[in-house]
Nanobody, 124 residues
Framework: QVQLAESGGGLVQAGDSLRVSCAAS????????MGWFRQAPGNEREIVAA????????YYVGSVKGRFTISRDNAKNTVYLQMNNLKPEDTAVYYC?????????????????WGQGTQVTVSS
């Protein structure tokens, strides 16, 4: 079965960097667009970044542009989210998601598979 396993979350201070990873199995990873979402307590889950199946196209929500970078390694079946200059408002559970398709996708309902999430906490 399809599994998406996030890792790399943790507790950091404002201004620090962190990279979270998502390892995929049970699917042909290179045929799937990938996305990173986050959900803070009391908030809805929101898109953070998305990437096409080849990695040639990316999308970022405005609040993370210039600070976060999404990338993927199709040989390793892994998608990454590099987060720099972290802010307390970035605190959330971060989820990766997979969508069969050749574009990038920003809606929760677009995605076929989800990971369990990894907690990122940024202290001020």
């Amino acid at each position: 079965q399809v599994q998406l396993a996030e890792s790399g979350g943790g507790l950091v201070q404002a201004g620090d960097s962190l990279r979270v990873s998502c390892a995929a199995s049970g699917l042909t990873f290179s045929r799937y667009a990938m996305g990173w979402f986050r959900q803070a307590p009391g908030n809805e889950r929101e898109i953070v970044a998305a990437i096409t199946y080849s990695g040639s196209g990316t999308y970022y929500v405005g609040s993370v542009k210039g600070r976060f970078t999404i990338s993927r390694d199709n040989a390793k079946n892994t998608v990454y989210l590099q987060m720099n200059n972290l802010k307390p408002e970035d605190t959330a559970v971060y989820y990766c998601a997979a969508k069969l398709g050749n574009y990038y996708y920003t809606g929760l309902l677009d995605y076929d598979y989800w990971g369990q999430g990894t907690q990122v906490t940024v202290s001020s």
